[in-house]
């Protein structure tokens, strides 16, 4: 807590605007990503980055495993989730688009939003939409949108996909991962930097192993951390 003059998150940031003079991409007026829960530790505790696909399949594995260490180690570990739509996967830009569209239509509906996606993913691959026409697809993810922001809220929703602000936020989700570096999912960042084995789903231990001597390091072994220099 207070160890340094800004929050580690800050920094990707940072390096952000620093790329702004040499990239011609516009700043948003806020960060990227979709905060998990409260956000409440997100200054001081552990920040994970997690670009997903909500059509890809080592996404959605990836997961169950990385909500499980959120509730167990909330609130000393934050989520920060950018969706990346990988330009291989066709309905993805309309995937991320709908989690735009929820995050601004119901903000706790975002996760649950996702979880939809991961759950119905199938359904949205190359194969089974390659005879649908572009919107049947928009006019199906908006009813899957509805589920969870509330069906209410459904004609809200098709409205969604009309507004330019959602097409422009979720370019900027794209781009922004561009800038650090992302070309496939799932691409974990933990404190700004990128974990090993980019592309592929964590499992719980995996997550752990990488947690906890952070922890350690970060207040609770502070007189073990400070001996070992
Ligand atoms: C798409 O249409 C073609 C031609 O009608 C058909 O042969 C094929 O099975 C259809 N594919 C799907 C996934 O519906
Ligand atoms: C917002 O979304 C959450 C999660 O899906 C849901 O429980 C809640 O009822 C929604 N709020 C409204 C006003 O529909």
């Known amino acids: 807590m207070g160890r340094y003059p800004?929050?580690?998150?800050?920094?990707?940031?940072?390096?952000?605007?620093?790329?702004?003079?040499?990239?011609?991409?516009?700043i948003p007026a806020r960060y990227d990503g979709f905060p998990y829960g409260d956000n409440l530790g997100i200054a001081n505790g552990i920040i994970v980055e997690a670009f997903l696909d909500p059509l890809c399949p080592d996404s959605r594995d990836s997961w169950p495993p990385l909500k499980q260490v959120l509730l167990e180690y909330h609130p000393r570990l934050s989520l920060l989730a950018h969706p990346f739509p990988l330009p291989y996967h066709d309905n993805s830009f309309v995937a991320c688009r709908a989690l735009h569209i929820a995050n601004i239509l119901n903000v706790s509906a975002t996760y649950p939003l996702l979880e939809l996606f991961f759950k119905y993913q199938e359904k949205y691959y190359n194969g089974p939409t390659k005879n649908l026409s572009r919107e049947a697809i928009v006019d199906d993810i908006a009813r899957l949108g509805a589920e969870a922001v509330g069906n209410s809220l459904l004609p809200a929703f098709k409205d969604g996909f009309i507004n330019s602000h959602t097409d422009s936020a979720t370019r900027t989700s794209f781009k922004y991962g561009c800038t650090r570096g992302v070309f496939g999912t799932p691409f974990f960042f933990v404190?700004?930097?990128?974990?090993?084995?980019?592309?592929?789903?964590?499992?719980?231990?995996?997550?752990?192993?990488?947690?906890?001597?952070?922890?350690?390091?970060?207040?609770?072994g502070k007189d073990d951390a400070v001996s070992s220099f």
């Open 6 to 26: 800004l929050p580690a998150f800050l920094l990707p940031l940072l390096l952000f605007f620093q790329g702004i003079s040499i990239a011609q991409s516009s």
């Open 191 to 220: 404190n700004g930097f990128l974990l090993p084995d980019a592309g592929s789903a964590l499992d719980y231990e995996t997550w752990k192993s990488i947690i906890d001597p952070l922890l350690r390091n970060n207040g609770e």
